[in-house]
Nanobody
Framework: QVQLVESGGGLVQAGGSLRLSCAAS????????MGWFRQAPGKEREFVASSNWSGSSTSYADSVKGRFTISRDNAKNTSYLPMNGLIPEDTAVYYCAARTSSKSMFGSWGQGAQVIVSS
């Protein structure tokens, strides 16, 4: 099973940018569909974005469309989530996740990266 480690979280002012990274190990990275999710305090975890194995097909939550961009570098076994135009409502713990195309649910998860957006 693939292991995932997020990095790049932090504190940023509204309107600012951050880039999250998710480093994978222990699996064939290019065979995984990668996803990003987030969980705000007191709320359930929600979908943010996903990418197919090549990055040619992506999907986004309406709340982040046009501001966040999921990408991946299969040579580096890494998924990225650049986030622009951050707003306080983006404050959450962000998780990357992986699943194979044969699975409907994401089964491998990272430990999470905290993102705090101040107003």
């Amino acid at each position: 099973q693939v292991q995932l480690v997020e990095s790049g979280g932090g504190l940023v002012q509204a309107g600012g940018s951050l880039r999250l990274s998710c480093a994978a190990s222990g699996g064939t990275f290019s065979s995984y569909i990668m996803g990003w999710f987030r969980q705000a305090p007191g709320k359930e975890r929600e979908f943010v974005a996903s990418s197919n194995w090549s990055g040619s097909s992506t999907s986004y939550a309406d709340s982040v469309k046009g501001r966040f961009t999921i990408s991946r570098d299969n040579a580096k076994n890494t998924s990225y989530l650049p986030m622009n135009g951050l707003i306080p409502e983006d404050t959450a713990v962000y998780y990357c996740a992986a699943r194979t195309s044969s699975k409907s649910m994401f089964g491998s998860w990272g430990q999470g990266a905290q993102v705090i957006v101040s107003s």
